[in-house]
Structures are given as C-alpha cells and as structure tokens.
C-alpha cells in the first residue's frame, strides 16, 4: 500500500522560511509526478509546485520565486523550500504523487504564517 509521509509544518513569521518535505513507501513503480497542494480555510485545493521523475516543474504564480521544489528519485521523496513567507501562504498543505494512473495524498501538514 502507497504511503506518504509528511514532515515540516510549523508556525513562521512573515518573510521567513519552512521547508516541508514527503516520502513516498510502498510501491515498487516511481512515482512519475510528486507535488506538493495546499487547500486554506473555505478555499478549494491548489496546486503550489510539481516535479516530474525527469525533473520538470510547475509552480503557482503566487509562489513563484519564493518556492523550490526538488525531489530525490532515489529516496522517492520530495522536498518544498519555501521562503520570504506571507500570512496567505497559510494552509494545510498536502503532497501529491501520481504513480501508473493513481493519485495518492499524504496526511497534510500545517503551515501557519503569522503577520
């Protein structure tokens, strides 16, 4: 059975940074995309960043600039460094992978940015 396991959420100050990362376990295929939603208070779920197993990436133009994605395919985990914080960024924020035709979420992890 496909895991993913979160770690990361914390409470920051505006202009800081939070780095947030996800380990996929328990399936023998790559995940081809991993990527990081996040989904705030009466708002639907959004996409912040994915990366493709070849290293592809797309981010929200909210975060852009502020947010870097990575991922090691050896570890099948996913990384997102988010940096220069604003009270919006606040949220659940989930990891997504995608393996075969399947799309599998963590847990979600709370990222809180107080003003």
């Known amino acids: 059975q496909v895991q993913l396991v979160e770690s990361g959420e914390g409470l920051v100050q505006a202009g800081g940074s939070l780095r947030l990362s996800c380990a996929a376990s328990?399936?023998?295929?790559?995940?081809?995309?991993m990527g990081w939603y996040r989904q705030a208070p009466g708002k639907q779920r959004e996409l912040v960043a994915s990366?493709?197993?070849?290293?592809?990436?797309d981010y929200a133009d909210s975060v852009k600039g502020r947010f870097t994605i990575s991922r090691d395919n050896a570890k099948d985990t996913v990384y997102l460094q988010m940096n220069s914080l604003k009270p919006e960024d606040t949220a659940v924020y989930f990891c997504?992978?995608?393996?075969?035709?399947?799309?599998?979420w963590g847990q979600g992890t709370q990222v809180t940015v107080s003003s």
């Open positions: 990366m493709s197993s070849g290293g592809s990436t």
């Open positions: 997504n992978a995608q393996i075969l035709v399947h799309h599998y």
């Open positions: 328990g399936s023998f295929f790559r995940p081809a995309s």
